[in-house]
């Protein structure tokens, strides 16, 4: 029985052998042959815009699939990178290899194209003549992924915003995508807030949905086409996932609609920096409320501008002039813009101090700002009404001007005092001689009895001083105090308040104003800080005026205590 054994395994080896004895032979006959045909077909001929059209490119040898340049079909089509695909038989001893591309295409418009021929290594495919017909406008495309896109209004004028919204449509496991972005010669395209995702019911179907939406602003005027938005995502391929746990994905795309824009010029009758939008408002408050002025005090006027679907860099500035009696120091204007239900609200905020200087009725024009209403097609007005101010007189300020006229009175007589008398006695240069001889002896005789006590009484006046300086710097700060000083153009008191200031609410250790200039920013106020610091170089010392350092300090403390940030105001006021 063991021999039996071992001839039934010696055989079988053998026959095995043989077998690939054989094959190998019949490899070995068989010729290698060149490749002799490079063949290009798409599935489906015409199309419709927006369908999936599948190109395939098969080549009778294997090669490598970096052979082919796509790149030609970029100009009418969005398609995806290919899928390469080799394979090799043998039937009857001869054996065959071919490599084949796939990859989906996407018409960018209707009309007759042409995909070009390919060429590998002297071989070349033949042209194809392709039809792209209108999308059926009651076809959603795919089952599996499909795009819907829509303007807000497909009419617009110059500078008038619009809103872009692209809508994907799903029916599976999305893992990853890419939508194009949308690109339109002479307009601005931004996104505006993030994508939503959701889902629908279509034709009885439930779909997973992803919106993108987006702000068109076009420049100019005209026709234009707004490009098909192109969708390229993974996701996961069902059969697969049936009979595997690590399901495979697949490469998925989809194309929406190309949408037709009209943009028109800004009309003939408009008049004025162009603004166009469904709303338009102006709104003011001030702080403190009222119409109640007193004159030398600071009060906040703010004026808002608020327009809807419009973006914050296209509100302009306003324009307006004064009347005599008020001062005004404006901010720097402050931009925002927020979505709300779905549009944009952009607002300007104007903020300014606002000072009267000189008591009765002061009248602030009417401010208005003219706009071209979209949804009724005509011109309209934002506008401010004239308000009339009552500016009550300053307690403090008579009595600082009847301080005041002392100061000029002595200003008067300066220039008397400067004419000198003539004196009678003749006084000859030989007297000059010696009265300077007689002087310096005495002072060389008496300067050790004066030096000593000198030197005691500077100490004693330093040490005087000090604690004088230290006194004043306990007490507190008066800002009426500095206001009467300034009215009064008196300025070592109000070089006294100033410090005073500074040293409570700046820094203790400032004791001069070239110190106090260092912490003040680039304002009104350090400019007048700056002319006090040198008032008393000057050729007239009574010449400074205190009014301006006032209302220079007045606006500085105001401004400090305005909050940093604001809400956005409403768009529709009560």
């Known amino acids: 029985m063991v021999t039996l054994c071992l001839d039934y395994s010696?055989?079988?080896?053998?026959?095995?052998?043989?077998?690939?004895?054989?094959?190998?032979?019949?490899?070995?006959?068989?010729?290698l042959q060149a490749a002799t045909l490079l063949q290009a077909s798409v599935d489906k001929n015409p199309v419709m815009l927006g369908e999936e059209l599948l190109l395939q490119i098969e080549l009778d040898?294997?090669?490598?699939?970096?052979?082919?340049?796509?790149?030609?079909?970029?100009?009418?089509?969005?398609?995806?990178?290919?899928?390469?695909?080799?394979?090799?038989?043998?039937?009857?001893?001869?054996?065959?290899?071919?490599?084949?591309?796939?990859l989906s295409l996407f018409a960018k418009k209707t009309g007759t194209f042409v995909i070009p021929s390919f060429e590998i290594d002297g071989l070349r495919s033949e042209p194809i003549t392709l039809t792209v017909v209108p999308a059926d406008p009651n076809g959603t495309g795919s089952d599996e992924l499909f795009i819907q896109s829509s303007l807000s209004s497909s009419e617009l004028y110059v500078q008038q915003l619009a809103y872009y919204e692209v809508k994907i449509y799903f029916n599976g496991d999305l893992q990853r995508g890419s939508l194009s972005q949308p690109e339109l010669p002479g307009a601005t395209i931004e996104q505006l807030g993030k994508d939503v995702e959701g889902s629908e019911l279509?034709?009885?179907?439930?779909?997973?949905?992803?919106?993108?939406?987006?702000?068109?602003?076009?420049?100019?005027?005209?026709?234009?086409?707004?490009?098909?938005?192109?969708?390229?995502?993974?996701?996961?391929?069902?059969?697969?996932?049936?009979?595997?746990?690590?399901?495979?994905?697949?490469?998925?795309?989809?194309?929406?609609?190309?949408?037709?824009?009209?943009?028109?010029?800004?009309?003939?009758?408009?008049?004025?920096?162009?603004?166009?939008?469904?709303?338009?408002?102006?709104?003011?408050?001030?702080?403190?409320?009222?119409?109640?002025?007193?004159?030398?005090?600071?009060v906040t006027r703010t004026i808002t501008l608020t327009a809807l679907d419009l973006s914050d860099h296209q509100l302009p500035d306003l324009n307006f002039s004064l009347p005599d009696g008020i001062k005004s120091y404006a901010e720097q204007p402050q931009s925002k813009k927020a979505e709300r239900n779905g549009r944009l609200v952009a607002q300007k905020v104007f903020t300014s101090a606002v000072i009267a200087t000189k008591?009765?009725?002061?009248?602030?024009?009417?401010?208005?700002?003219?706009?071209?209403?979209?949804?009724?097609?005509?011109?309209?007005?934002?506008?401010?009404?004239?308000?009339?101010?009552?500016?009550?007189?300053?307690?403090?300020?008579p009595e600082a001007q009847a301080a005041a006229?002392?100061?000029?009175?002595?200003?008067?007589?300066?220039?008397?005092?400067?004419?000198?008398?003539?004196?009678?006695?003749?006084?000859?240069?030989?007297?000059?001689?010696?009265?300077?001889?007689?002087?310096?002896?005495?002072?060389?005789?008496?300067?050790?009895?004066?030096?000593?006590?000198?030197?005691?009484?500077?100490?004693?006046?330093?040490?005087?001083?000090?604690?004088?300086?230290?006194?004043?710097?306990?007490?507190?700060?008066?800002?009426?105090?500095?206001?009467?000083?300034?009215?009064a153009n008196n300025g070592t008191e109000a070089t006294a308040q100033l410090l005073q200031w500074a040293q409570q609410g700046i820094d203790p250790q400032i004791m001069r104003l070239s110190q106090l200039l260092t912490h003040l920013p680039d304002c009104e106020l350090r400019r007048e800080v700056e002319k006090l610091c040198h008032q008393p170089y000057q050729s007239n010392p009574l010449q400074w005026q205190g009014q301006a350092l006032f209302e220079a300090f007045a606006k500085y403390k105001h401004l400090q205590q305005l909050p940093v940030t604001e809400p956005l105001k409403p768009l529709y006021p009560a």
């Not at 706009?371 to 009550?392: D, G, V």
């Open 10 to 31: 010696a055989k079988k080896v053998v026959n095995l052998l043989q077998s690939v004895a054989l094959l190998l032979l019949c490899l070995s006959l068989s010729p």
């Open 61 to 102: 040898e294997k090669v490598s699939g970096n052979q082919l340049d796509f790149s030609v079909l970029a100009n009418d089509f969005n398609f995806s990178a290919p899928a390469i695909s080799q394979s090799m038989q043998i039937i009857n001893g001869r054996s065959s290899q071919s490599t084949r591309w796939q």
């Open 202 to 298: 279509v034709n009885g179907q439930r779909y997973q949905t992803i919106t993108r939406r987006y702000t068109l602003i076009a420049e100019k005027h005209g026709d234009f086409e707004l490009a098909a938005p192109w969708f390229k995502g993974e996701m996961i391929d069902r059969q697969s996932s049936r009979y595997d746990y690590f399901a495979k994905t697949k490469t998925v795309s989809a194309q929406g609609q190309v949408l037709k824009l009209t943009v028109k010029p800004i009309p003939d009758n408009f008049k004025g920096q162009w603004l166009v939008s469904e709303l338009v408002a102006l709104t003011e408050e001030w702080t403190p409320p009222g119409q109640d002025l007193t004159q030398g005090e600071p």
């Open 359 to 397: 008591s009765g009725e002061l009248v602030l024009p009417a401010i208005r700002i003219p706009w071209w209403n979209s949804k009724t097609n005509e011109l309209s007005y934002a506008e401010l009404p004239e308000r009339t101010l009552k500016a009550s007189p300053n307690p403090a300020q």
């Open 405 to 487: 006229e002392p100061a000029t009175s002595v200003t008067s007589t300066t220039p008397v005092t400067a004419t000198e008398p003539v004196n009678p006695w003749h006084w000859s240069y030989s007297s000059t001689v010696l009265l300077l001889l007689w002087l310096s002896t005495l002072v060389l005789w008496l300067a050790p009895k004066f030096i000593r006590p000198l030197q005691q009484k500077t100490a004693i006046q330093t040490k005087a001083q000090t604690q004088a300086l230290h006194h004043s710097s306990v007490l507190k700060f008066s800002s009426r105090k500095l206001k009467a000083a300034c009215l």
